[in-house]
Nanobody, 120 residues
Framework: QVQLVESGGGLVQAGGSLRLSCAAS????????MGWYRQAPGKQRELVAA???????NFADSVKGRFTISRDNAKNMVYLQMNSLKPEDTAVYYC??????????????WGQGTQVTVSS
């Protein structure tokens, strides 16, 4: 069992940056993979980025080169650094614990979500 709380969302102009944080209620050292998903109105929830216990990362094609995911096990934190934001990035972003690589899918634990709005 782990509770996740996201923060850092907000309104930003296109080309700007935001850093999302995910705070876990307990140690995430034993969690193999953490990730960030997002869901825009009328669209399916999609995986944005994931990071394994060992630091291997995976990104959606739409954000490669712009977003960076990291984790700090000592602080029970996961971060998503978002640069060069585009209006298409507008969505609610969710932290997830237990992302599975094969087949791709989320773990059982979700945060409440944080709204990211990118204006043009």
């Amino acid at each position: 069992q782990v509770q996740l709380v996201e923060s850092g969302g907000g309104l930003v102009q296109a080309g700007g940056s935001l850093r999302l944080s995910c705070a876990a209620s307990r140690s995430i050292f034993s969690i193999s993979a953490m990730g960030w998903y997002r869901q825009a109105p009328g669209k399916q929830r999609e995986l944005v980025a994931a990071i394994s216990r060992g630091g291997a990362t995976n990104f959606a094609d739409s954000v490669k080169g712009r977003f960076t995911i990291s984790r700090d096990n000592a602080k029970n934190m996961v971060y998503l650094q978002m640069n060069s934001l585009k209006p298409e990035d507008t969505a609610v972003y969710y932290c997830n614990a237990g992302v599975r690589p094969y087949p791709s899918g989320p773990g059982a634990y979700w945060g409440q979500g944080t709204q990211v709005t990118v204006s043009s």
